[in-house]
């Protein structure tokens, strides 16, 4: 059976460290405080740094391509959504019989750019020796 030796030494540290807080507590705690945020203080800055330079290189290049095509993909969709149809002013009654009732117009579906077909063998059947 492996005893595992790093149980005892990581517990002895965490006793000592409390141990030493109480005295610096009791001692000195001007100092203590001073000290307790120096290493919040450090901590935060070395986060930041970490943040801020270290990982934002790490995906970078993923990201920059992905906020590139939604770019992309919003500017191409804004400009045929932002098209609002314009409602025309209500006309009398006597207007609307005069008037030829009209099929409601259905706006042509236009394929997107980004898709694309790709052309394959259809016609030519499979040969079934070969499975």
Do not use: C
């Not at 063998?121 to 499979?126: A, E, H, L, T």
Request: glycine share 6%; proline share 6%.
């Amino acid at each position: 059976m492996k005893r595992s030796y790093r149980k005892p030494i990581f517990y002895t540290l965490v006793s000592l460290a409390a141990f030493y807080l109480i005295i610096q507590l009791f001692s000195n705690p001007g100092g203590l405080f001073t000290s307790l945020l120096l290493i919040v203080g450090g901590a935060t800055v070395f986060y930041l740094i970490f943040r801020y330079f270290i990982q934002g290189k790490i995906g970078a290049k993923t990201d920059a391509r992905y906020s590139k095509a939604v770019k992309q993909s919003k500017k191409k969709y804004a400009a045929t959504g932002s098209a609002k149809p314009t409602i025309s002013p209500i006309t009398s009654s006597r207007d609307r019989a005069s008037s030829k009732p009209s099929k409601p117009s259905v706006p042509k579906r236009k394929a997107p750019s980004h898709l694309t077909v790709i052309e394959g063998k259809k016609g030519k059947k499979k040969n079934r020796a070969f499975f």
